[in-house]
T-cell receptor
C-alpha cells in the first residue's frame, strides 16, 4: 500500500537555527498539505499545494516559514530561525486532487523539539 | 465558535465495551466527514470516510452522520486494547479540511 513518506522522523535543534522537513506524497497525488500539530490538539493547516502551486498559505508564518514543491512531487518545509514555540509535530498529507470526493492520507510526521 | 467541536476526553472503557465518539459542527457547507485514528507519536490514519447522512459500517466501526443536527459519531464495537489512541474527526467543504481536537481513548484489558 502506498504511503506518504516524511523525513526526518525526529529533529532536535536550538532556537535561531534553521530546520527543514521533507515529504514525498503518494504517487499520483496532486494535492499536498503541511500541517502542524501541537500535543492535545488537532492538525492546523500551514500550506496547501496543488501540483507545484500554493493554493492556501494563509496560516503560514511567512516571516520564518517557507515551503516549496518545485516539480509538483515532493516538498520541503523550512523554518528559519526556529523558535521555542515551533516545537510540535509537523505532518504532511496528500490527496489525489482537490475534487470534492477525495480525502487525504497522512505521513508519520516529523517531531520537532526546539531548545 | 470553532468550526468543529470535539470532546477531548480522556475516555476510558473496559475491553469489549461499545465506544461512542462524537463531534458537532456549525458549517452547513461541510459535505464530507472523516474519522482518523492517531497512535501516540504517529501520523493520523484514515479510519472512515462518508459523504452522506446515515450510517456506514466497516468491521467493528460504524460512522454516523446527522446533517440536520450537524452531528457525527463513531461507534466502536467490542473495543480492544489496540483501539487505545486519539480519534480525530475531520470535515471537508470540498476545498478545505477542518479537524476536531481529538478524543483520547483508553481500552483497559
Amino acid at each position: 500500500e502506498a504511503e506518504v513518506a516524511q523525513s526526518p522522523r525526529y529533529k532536535i535543534t536550538e532556537k535561531s537555527q534553521a530546520v527543514a522537513f521533507w515529504c514525498d506524497p503518494i504517487s499520483g497525488h496532486a494535492t499536498l498539505y503541511w500541517y502542524r500539530q501541537i500535543l492535545g490538539q488537532g492538525p492546523e493547516l500551514l500550506v496547501q499545494f496543488q501540483d507545484e502551486s500554493v493554493v492556501d498559505d494563509s496560516q503560514l508564518p511567512k516571516d520564518r516559514f517557507s515551503a516549496e514543491r518545485l516539480k509538483g512531487v515532493d516538498s520541503t518545509l523550512k523554518i528559519q530561525p526556529a523558535e521555542l514555540g515551533d516545537s510540535a509535530m509537523y505532518l504532511c498529507a496528500s490527496s489525489r486532487d482537490r475534487a470534492t470526493q477525495e480525502t487525504q492520507y497522512f505521513g508519520p510526521g516529523t517531531r520537532l523539539l526546539v531548545l | 465558535q470553532k468550526e468543529v467541536e470535539q470532546d477531548p476526553g480522556p475516555l476510558s472503557v473496559p475491553e469489549g465495551a461499545i465506544v461512542s465518539l462524537n463531534c458537532t459542527y456549525s458549517n452547513s457547507a461541510f459535505q464530507y466527514f472523516m474519522w482518523y485514528r492517531q497512535y501516540s507519536r504517529k501520523g493520523p490514519e484514515l479510519l472512515m470516510y462518508t459523504y452522506s447522512s446515515g450510517n456506514k459500517e466497516d468491521g467493528r466501526f460504524t460512522a454516523q452522520v446527522d446533517k440536520s443536527s450537524k452531528y457525527i459519531s463513531l461507534f466502536i464495537r467490542d473495543s480492544q486494547p489496540s483501539d487505545s489512541a486519539t480519534y480525530l474527526c475531520a470535515m471537508n467543504t470540498g476545498n478545505q479540511f477542518y479537524f476536531g481536537t481529538g478524543t483520547s481513548l483508553t481500552v483497559i484489558p
